[in-house]
Nanobody, 125 residues
Framework: QVQLVESGGGLVQAGGSLRLSCVAS????????MAWFRQPPGKAREFVIG????????HYADSVKGRFTISRDNAKNTVYLQMNSLKPEDTAVYYC??????????????????WGQGTQVTVSS
């Protein structure tokens, strides 16, 4: 079965950095748009950043532009989220998600086929 497993979350001070990883199995990874979503405490899940199947196209939420980057290694079935200049408002559970056979990077959680279990990121002020 399909599995997405995130890692790399933790506690960091404001201004710091973290790198999240998501390893996929049970699917043809290169056929999927990959994205990161997050869910802050008491709020809805929101799109953070997405990457096309080839890695050539990226779409960001305005709140993370210039601070977060996404990359993928199709040979390792892994997508990464590099988070720099972290702010307390970045505190959330971060999820990776896979959207099959798409050309565009979609931003609604309802459009994604598979999800990881999430990893907690906490940014202290």
């Amino acid at each position: 079965q399909v599995q997405l497993v995130e890692s790399g979350g933790g506690l960091v001070q404001a201004g710091g950095s973290l790198r999240l990883s998501c390893v996929a199995s049970g699917l043809t990874f290169s056929n999927y748009v990959m994205a990161w979503f997050r869910q802050p405490p008491g709020k809805a899940r929101e799109f953070v950043i997405g990457l096309s199947r080839s890695g050539g196209s990226t779409h960001y939420a305005d709140s993370v532009k210039g601070r977060f980057t996404i990359s993928r290694d199709n040979a390792k079935n892994t997508v990464y989220l590099q988070m720099n200049s972290l702010k307390p408002e970045d505190t959330a559970v971060y999820y990776c998600a896979a959207d099959r056979d798409r050309v565009v990077i979609r931003t609604s959680p309802n459009d994604y086929d598979y999800w990881g279990q999430g990893t907690q990121v906490t940014v202290s002020s």
